[in-house]
T-cell receptor, first 113, second 110 residues
């Protein structure tokens, strides 16, 4: 365990479903991130939160909705997804944005059917 | 926009060999560079973090170098072992985010 925990590990959902991914960190970090990893593509940054405020939304479709209720928890709410949204979704945290290394969770493998 | 490239995309070596993985980036105004390891279907494990003011970092059999002015980093793995087989990712940090290369898939054969 890295200190960043993601649940569930695997998720299969239909295109009309609504589901949420959860990320939790107990490292005392103030910045949290969502990344998407598709097959044979580099990791793509989706959202950045710093002290519970969203500081970056990297042109992500509105069917992905992040929520950061406190500095230890980050959610990604999913609705009406498409099959091409199937990917590994990774959460990361860092002490703050900028000049600090990241710690990643193990990811949620999402399959949209 | 920062672009990160890793060469080679895949590498297969016999056990015991020393090897070098390469990473290049287009914007030299970085805060730091981080090397990660990713096993199939798993998350990322941080290996080494080099701050922009540093030239290299070492951890065990791993040594990472950074030449910010030329936009290059290398990860040197000494005396490779089958357990080193994984995908190695290079990432550079600018401001609010970290940009990743596509990775080098390493196979170390017994």
């Amino acid at each position: 365990e890295t200190g960043v925990t993601q649940t569930p590990r695997h998720l299969v959902m239909g295109m009309t479903n609504k589901k949420s991914l959860k990320c939790e960190q107990h490292l005392g970090h103030n910045a949290m991130y969502w990344y998407k990893q598709s097959a044979k593509k580099p990791l793509e940054l989706m959202f950045v939160y710093s002290l519970e405020e969203r500081v970056e939304n990297n042109s992500v479709p509105s069917r992905f909705s992040p929520e950061c209720p406190n500095s230890s928890h980050l959610f990604l709410h999913l609705h009406t997804l498409q099959p091409e949204d199937s990917a590994l979704y990774l959460c990361a945290s860092s002490p703050k944005t900028g000049n600090y290394g990241y710690t990643f969770g193990s990811g949620t493998r999402l399959t949209v059917v | 926009k920062q672009e990160v490239t890793q060469i080679p995309a895949a590498l297969s070596v016999p056990e015991g060999e020393n090897l070098v993985l390469n990473c290049s980036f287009t914007d030299s105004a970085i805060y730091n560079l981080q090397w990660f390891r990713q096993d199939p279907g798993k998350g990322l494990t941080s290996l080494l973090l080099i701050q922009s003011s540093q030239r290299e970092q070492t951890s065990g059999r791993l040594n990472a170098s950074l030449d910010k002015s030329s936009g290059r980093s290398t990860l040197y793995i000494a005396a490779s072992q089958p357990g080193d087989s994984a995908t190695y990712l290079c990432a550079v940090s600018n401001n609010n985010d970290m940009r990743f290369g596509a990775g080098t898939r390493l196979t170390v054969k017994p």
